[in-house]
């Protein structure tokens, strides 16, 4: 099993920047996906970017072009770098872990949350 904490939330002005960290202890970090969703009031949690085991990433299309999943194998971290932010950006986010075992299950893992305040 795997925890999570996250960091580096805050408020910050339309067109600023924010990064996030997430540092996970209590497994092997390299045998998860990792990735980060967000929550916005009244609306359902999405995923924002998702960095694979092996480096490969993927976005959402509203934050393709301005944040950036990277992960450090070394220190057990994930970053998202969030650059030109917006105001629809403000939500709380979330740090994932997904472990693919080898019969396909898969077991989640979630952060406590940060919250990003976007002012426009």
């Known amino acids: 099993q795997v925890q999570l904490v996250e960091s580096g939330g805050g408020l910050v002005q339309a067109g600023g920047s924010l990064r996030l960290s997430c540092a996970a202890s209590g497994s092997i970090f390299s045998r998860y996906a990792m990735g980060w969703y967000r929550q916005a009031p009244g609306k359902q949690r999405e995923l924002v970017a998702a960095?694979?085991?092996?480096?490969?990433?993927n976005y959402a299309g509203s934050v393709k072009g301005r944040f950036t999943i990277t992960r450090d194998y070394a220190k057990n971290v994930v970053h998202l770098q969030m650059d030109s932010l917006k105001p629809e950006d403000t939500a709380v986010y979330y740090c994932?872990?997904?472990?693919?075992?080898?019969?396909?299950?898969?077991?989640?893992?979630w952060g406590q949350g940060t919250q990003v305040t976007v002012s426009s």
């Open positions: 994932n872990a997904r472990l693919l075992r080898v019969d396909w299950s898969t077991s989640d893992y």
């Open positions: 960095i694979t085991s092996g480096g490969n990433t």
